[in-house]
């Protein structure tokens, strides 16, 4: 009977001993890797070309918004250097639309003619960016894809992913503004000998205000986006086994659309 009231006594005890475990999570800067990265937008412009069954550039008020109406298939390059890991994604860019590329932000390889580099960036042992010189929208997208937490955690433990998603320019009067932004620890287990972190990912930024048009009308309305989803990250290797995440973005505002969509898969390929 005492062994009985001993073990129900201190089972919690060790079990909480047990979710205290810290783990520090690190990109391996010692194997290159490959990922597979496939974007997938979703918009009422995209829609409607996709039932025309036209591959063209599409435009919302004359200005460029995506390349195609088909998803777009990455290969992700990771080599650790001396110094950081450089992170190069290239597509195949055979495909023309009116006669322009599909891809609308191209580093192209000269030395060959059908492979573009479409991004290229430069990331330390926690992914966090050392190529400061990049655009926002590279440097957003990588850190949401590759970002690390700076110290070690434990289950439940949260950090944020430093991104800025929503911007807005002078024309938008802010007059409320909010942001959450949330990685979380969920749960850690042995797979095949490895030991694997499952993350989640929440962002939610928004801004309220005016929108004033060049020939000076208001319009008050909001926009806000959100960032959501998963991934299994193993810590034995130092990799992404898999990432699966959404972008959607929500307006009221005429210049905008009201839901638009960006799927992401990041899939290891070796």
């Known amino acids: 009977m005492k062994i009985i009231f001993y073990t129900v006594l201190f089972l919690p005890i060790l079990m909480q001993g047990q979710t205290k475990e810290k783990v520090d999570l690190n990109y391996n800067t010692n194997s290159k890797l490959e990922y597979e990265l496939t974007i997938a937008r979703d918009n009422e412009l995209l829609r409607k070309e996709r039932k025309i069954g036209e591959d063209s550039l599409l435009t919302k008020n004359g200005t460029i918004i995506f390349g195609t109406t088909k998803d777009k298939k990455l290969s992700v390059y990771v080599k650790p250097t001396r110094d950081d890991i450089e992170i190069t994604m290239i597509e195949n860019i055979q495909r023309t639309c009116n006669g322009a590329e599909d891809s ?4 192209r390889d000269t030395s060959n003619p059908t492979i573009s580099k479409w991004l290229e960036a430069k990331v330390d042992k926690k992914g966090r960016l050392t190529s400061f010189y990049r655009n926002q929208e590279i ?18 433990s ?9 911007q807005v320019g002078p024309n938008f009067n802010v007059e409320k503004a909010s942001k ?25 930024e928004r801004v ?22 998963d991934g299994k990250f ?30 992401y898969k990041l899939k290891l390929i070796k």
Do not use: H, M
């Open 104 to 107: 609308i932000q191209n580093f």
């Open 139 to 156: 440097k957003d997208l990588v850190s949401l894809l590759f970002s690390l937490p700076l110290d070690k955690v434990t289950l439940g």
């Open 158 to 166: 949260s950090w944020e992913i430093p991104v800025n998603l929503l």
């Open 180 to 204: 959450f932004n949330q990685a979380k620890l969920e749960d850690v287990f042995q797979e095949t000998g490895d030991k694997i972190a499952v993350i989640s990912f929440r962002i939610e």
């Open 208 to 229: 309220e205000g005016v929108l004033v048009s060049e020939n000076k009308k208001k319009e008050n309305g909001t926009r806000k986006v959100i960032y959501e989803g």
């Open 234 to 263: 193993n810590i034995s290797l130092g990799r992404w086994n898999q990432l699966n995440t959404v972008k959607t973005e929500y307006s009221n505002l005429s210049l905008y659309f009201p839901e638009d969509i960006t799927k």
